[in-house]
């Protein structure tokens, strides 16, 4: 059911208090505006009267243009009695004035989220209850998101308009073709103007789509970068913009070819959720405020719900797990969102809550219920069982690269920061990818030898010897491992042979 028929079955059930949170407040009361909604008792012939309240503006009637009979006027002016219609910019006034509304009228309160916590307003509002109730009248209030007050929990119902479906974003960008006389693109590029603006409002998706159109037809690359912009002004989300592919990562090759199976696979994902150092994002052993846990547990049950699918990637830092993170969006076309946690926390924890709901809705739109999570960890202590459980695709390990793939590392950086074949290798025993591109990078920006470069690098191996060593031994049979297929297996004592041909000391760099 949508929030449409949603609200339709409310009227008839003559619910007075409704709060509904949506992106687009202008586009939802359209909707309503433009359907049949007539009064709810089926006597009464005509269209049902509606009045809108804002902050600037007042009450006002937003009647049909197509309704002669103008029944939101008439609300209006049974509800102003000899009052002015300046008094109502008073929410009290307003909310007061409404007692007078004629049964079956409709009365939207823009941004209400901003009011309800006053006391005054909590009381107007619950005052309409009964006496809406017994009229079916509604008050409807809307809201990108709402923490109701105690008085009023029991009392409003609260429904979530969804953004716009494929469906709906394809009729907006053949309705904008056709408004400039452009021809109509093809099956593929349409599709390719849906992804484009999936997660966005009804109006921000037209408005990205309008300045994106040409002459030669839709700008796909603006208007991505317009999605981009649009998706970044959410607490917590930001788009990824990078251009890094596996082919650009060293090693890993077990993890690179799982990704690229569940890419090519059935059902494959049409969203990357990146979450890095989750373990420090969730924080639930240090936050006494109770917001960190109303988070997780939001994060909880989403993905539950949404049966999202998603992969743990441990080990400890530079073990190429953020780069991994970041290429799987490239390496299949779709986007990877950059999801903080801790953006979208604030003071109080209905704010936050607020802002994890939005996010998450944005997140579902994109993916259209076809969300991968790829979170990187550090550590597994803190991270609670039910965490583990929603990432089905399981917990992967990432160690210290063998010197097969610092080879293959040293290829790819030599290659970038176009370093002289005569510059020879420094002795790089335990080193992880990101010291390799470090020194590489070094010896570029101070026009010095890899061995020179080396010498201004202290590796993880050494400065977190024991951290690694409790990491290996808690992966340890455990976990999957990037490198190879299976189980990570941790030796002290001496090398394993893996795999054909392949010989690894997991002893390796640890000091």
Partial sequence: MNCLQALKSARRGSTPLVAIRTADPAGTIETVKTSDFYHPNGKAKGNAALLCWDIVNGLRAIDRADDAAKPGEAALQACLGQAEQAQTTNPVEALTMLQKMPP???????????????????????????????RMSMLVMLCPSITLPSELQQDILILDEALPTDAELKAIALDLYKGV???????????????????????????????SLTKQGMDLIQLWERKRQLIDGNPGLSVWRGTEKFDDIGGCENIKDFLRSVI?????????????????????????SGVSQGLLGQLLTWMQDNAATG?????????????????????????????????????LVGESEGR????????????????????????????????????????????????????????????????????????????????????????????????????????????????????????????????????????????????????????????
């Fill in 104 to 134: 079956g009228g409709i009365c939207f309160m823009q941004n209400a989220h901003r009011f309800i916590e006053d006391a005054g307003i909590c009381q107007a509002i619950w005052n309409l209850r009964d006496n809406f109730k017994s």
């Fill in 181 to 211: 006389q452009l021809p109509v693109p093809d099956a593929k590029t349409i599709e390719r103007i849906i992804d484009a603006t999936l997660g966005l409002a009804a109006f921000p998706a037209e408005q990205a789509m309008a300045m």
């Fill in 264 to 288: 090519k696979g059935k059902n494959p994902p049409r969203a990357i959720c990146f979450i890095d150092e989750i373990e420090k994002a969730i924080g639930t052993g240090q936050d006494t």
């Fill in 311 to 347: 992969i743990i990637l441990v080990g400890p830092p530079g073990a190429a797990k953020s780069a991994l993170s970041k290429a799987a969006g490239n390496e299949a076309g779709i986007p990877t969102i950059a999801f903080d946690l801790g953006g979208t926390k604030a003071s």
């Fill in 356 to 511: 994890m709901r939005t996010a998450l809705k944005v997140i579902d739109a994109v993916s259209q219920k076809r969300t991968m999570f790829i979170a990187t960890c550090n550590s597994l202590s803190v991270l609670p069982t039910e965490l583990l459980r929603r990432f089905t695709f399981g917990v992967f390990f990432a160690d210290l690269p063998d010197s097969t793939e610092r080879a293959k590392i040293w290829e790819i950086y030599r290659k970038k920061y176009d370093i002289p074949a005569e510059y020879e290798l420094p002795d790089d025993e335990g080193w992880t990818g990101a010291e390799c591109k470090q020194c590489a990078e070094l010896s570029w920006r101070l026009q010095r030898p890899l061995v020179e470069a080396a010498t201004f690098i202290v590796p993880v191996c050494r400065s977190a010897a024991d951290k690694i060593a409790k990491l290996r031994s808690e992966a340890h049979g455990k976990f999957i491992s990037v490198s190879y297929p299976g189980p990570y297996q941790y030796k002290k004592a001496e090398p394993v042979s893996i795999g054909a041909g392949r010989r690894i000391s997991f002893d390796q760099g640890v000091n």
